[in-house]
């Protein structure tokens, strides 16, 4: 009986090869340390609510399948928790045990077997942890449905909403260890075979909690000021990008802004704005961090968020020119015509595509055709291009 990696590899598809991608950076490779990009386009983490105790699953091999067998460059691995109290619902991927090793390994084997990079986004949902699935309400999960009510965590006792948790404020011991789970997580990470690394400092996690003054209220060394705020956060990915192999990028996922204001170029001196991400950025580039992923919003529910596509480019830019540092754009990117715009006017370096993805996984495969990119599709599915 064949192993399942040899069963794999008679998908083994030669995909991602364009015969005219020089007309098109959408569609060119870049290299960043060990790792070439065989295009820019990447498929961000997505949350699927589909795990039971944090473990991988058929579901995941199928999913996240979809997506390579399809040619994208690399794929994030949706948030996946260093704890069990870290995951937003019980559903949630988890990296707490070495047992969970293997059955991520599986779904890794079978991205790499397509020519894409396996990433994962390691992830703590602090004070927006134990809420239920996407499909199932907005509501805060009790204890027998496997929820941990009291066990939610946060730089304060602020809560994000009336309907979230009351979170503990965690004490300097308690970070410290939380701190280590970050650590040997993305040790285990790199066991399972992940080639990129990014640590989820966005949307009102825990990370991101620390940063913005409207979630950090404490008045030790990890908050107050931008220096205190910053200060966690950066222990905890200097501390990861310590473990993790130097010839292996590492990503960080941040808000630009809290979105306070619809203009997310304006200041929030209460809050968390661009000016600061900004600094944050060029503290993170210090410590060997390679890119920085641009989303924005999360931390509060109030935040003004904007109708239009691209929202949150404007950011990526800022952040890429005034910190110097590789970025990687998302939000609305759905028009391929847009997301070769945002290349050639230098405003990132890599684009992600995540929901454009859910409602069809040869978004990249359309949007070659569209840019009059002649790519090479998997052998199973080169047929498809005919029905055009």
Request: a negative charge; proline letters at 5%; aromatic letters at 8%.
């Amino acid at each position: 009986m064949p192993s399942a990696a040899i069963q794999t590899q008679a998908f083994n598809p030669q995909v991602g090869k364009a015969s005219n991608a020089e007309k098109s950076l959408l569609f060119s490779p870049v290299t960043n340390k060990s790792v070439t990009y065989k295009n820019r386009i990447v498929v961000p983490p997505m949350c699927m609510y589909s795990c039971t105790d944090g473990f991988f699953n058929d579901f995941h091999l199928a999913h996240y399948a979809s997506f390579a067998f399809k040619g994208v460059a690399a794929i994030i691995i949706e948030a996946t928790a260093v704890e069990p109290r870290g995951r937003i619902s019980p559903h949630d991927a988890g990296l707490w045990s070495d047992e969970h090793i293997a059955p991520l390994k599986r779904v890794v084997d079978l991205i790499k077997s397509q020519g894409t990079i396996p990433a994962i986004q390691l992830a703590h949902a602090g004070r927006k942890a134990n809420m239920s699935s996407l499909w199932n309400g907005y509501k805060l999960v009790p204890e027998s449905e496997g929820g941990w009510p009291n066990d939610i965590v946060g730089p304060s006792d602020v809560p994000f909403d009336e309907l979230h948790g009351k979170p503990h404020a965690l004490t300097i011991p308690e970070l410290e260890a939380i701190k280590q789970k970050w650590v040997d997580a993305a040790i285990r990470a790199d066991k399972a075979g992940i080639e990129v690394l990014e640590v989820h400092n966005a949307h009102g996690y825990l990370l991101q909690s620390f940063l913005s003054g409207h979630s950090n209220k404490r008045t030790d060394i990890y908050g107050g000021s931008l220096e205190n705020r910053m200060r966690y956060p950066l222990e905890v990915i200097e501390a990861v990008r310590k473990v993790w192999p130097e010839h292996k990028p590492l990503w960080v996922r941040i808000s630009g802004t809290d979105f306070k204001y619809v203009d997310s170029m304006k200041r929030d001196e209460e809050g968390w704005d661009i000016y600061q991400s900004i600094e944050y950025a060029k503290a993170l580039k210090e410590i060997g961090v390679d890119v920085i992923d641009v989303s924005g919003g999360g931390n509060r529910t109030d935040a003004a968020y904007p109708t239009e596509k691209l929202y949150q480019i404007e950011m990526s830019n800022a952040i890429k020119h005034q910190a110097n540092i590789a970025t990687a754009a998302v939000g609305r990117i759905i028009d391929p015509k847009d997301a070769e715009t945002v290349l050639k006017e230098d405003k990132a370096d890599y684009i992600l595509v995540g929901r454009a993805h859910l409602n069809d996984s040869s978004w990249l495969n359309h949007a070659a055709r569209e840019l009059g990119v002649s790519t090479v599709w998997a052998n199973q599915y080169e047929r498809g291009q005919r029905a055009f």
